[in-house]
Nanobody
Framework: QVQLVESGGGVIQVGGSLRLSCAAS?????TGWYRRAPGKQRELVASIHKANITQYRDSVKGRFAISRDDVKNTVYLQMNSLKPDDTAVYYC?????????WGQGTQVTVSS
């Protein structure tokens, strides 16, 4: 069993920045972030493989950056130039062949 605890969410103005952190009891091959906005389906935001291969959804490319620290078992999501459409609950995950374990989520609200 793997435990994941997210932190760093909050309320931020349009154009601002936030850094999400996810502390894991251990990280598997792939770790990353999904989000779910009100009334919408869950969507993959970014992921990072143990070999440091990253993947981003198009709408966050150039604004978000994912990184992982395998010594601290922590994954980060640096979010810059935030937009109202980024408002969502952000969930950390880890897994070997896709998400296997999930965190409880952290709310990010971008206010205009």
């Amino acid at each position: 069993q793997v435990q994941l605890v997210e932190s760093g969410g909050g309320v931020i103005q349009v154009g601002g920045s936030l850094r999400l952190s996810c502390a894991a009891s251990r990280m598997l091959l792939t770790t990353g972030w999904y989000r779910r906005a009100p009334g919408k389906q869950r969507e993959l935001v970014a992921s990072i493989h143990k070999a440091n291969i990253t993947q981003y959804r198009d709408s966050v490319k150039g604004r978000f950056a994912i990184s992982r620290d395998d010594v601290k078992n922590t994954v980060y999501l640096q979010m810059n130039s935030l937009k109202p459409d980024d408002t969502a609950v952000y969930y950390c995950f880890t897994g070997d062949l896709g998400p296997q374990y999930w965190g409880q989520g952290t709310q990010v609200t971008v206010s205009s």
